[in-house]
């Protein structure tokens, strides 16, 4: 067993954990941060995107020995005072989600990268997104969603 110190969702945690644990199974398992899903376990459909230090990561990927010190943004950690995230709310304004399974993904990626976008063009977003797979739409619903986000954002 070791024992890590994490920031999730502004709130830091102390765990000890088995030195195999995956970030995805702490996030999950052991603090309940459910709206992290596993897809496919190797890194190919982005259904457990989470940000980590301000970048977008994988975390079934990510061992949680090496995720130790950082700090972790979960879908559950957008909503801020009870209001959704920009992104949040243009996801279910333009109807972005189909299952909903890949949806938290989706939005973890979009938001990482609006962080950081400066007037993002349609490519620029299929880009960004293109670590996350879909398998009941076509794309773009959730590629409209994140240019509303980012015109909400900017007051456009």
Do not use: H, W
């Not at 596993?38 to 940000?51: L, T």
């Not at 957008?78 to 949806?103: H, M, N, S, W």
């Amino acid at each position: 067993m070791i024992n890590i110190k994490l920031n999730v969702n502004g709130k830091d945690y102390s765990l000890e954990i088995e030195e195999d644990k995956r970030l995805i199974d702490v996030l999950r398992e052991d603090l309940r941060f459910t709206g992290v899903k596993e897809g496919c376990s190797e890194g190919e459909c982005g259904a457990c995107s989470v940000i980590m230090d301000g970048r977008i990561v994988n975390s079934c990927l990510v061992m949680a020995v090496q995720a130790n010190g950082s700090s972790i943004v979960t879908v559950e950690g957008l909503v801020k005072d009870g209001e959704l995230d920009p992104v949040q709310r243009a996801f279910i304004e333009k109807g972005a989600t189909q299952c909903g399974y890949c949806t938290p993904g989706f939005i973890m990626a979009a938001r990482a990268f609006l962080n950081r976008a400066k007037d993002p063009t349609r490519e620029e977003i299929r880009e960004a997104i293109s670590g996350n797979l879909c398998r009941c739409t076509g794309y773009n619903k959730i590629v409209d969603a994140i240019e509303e986000a980012y015109r909400y954002e900017k007051g456009i």
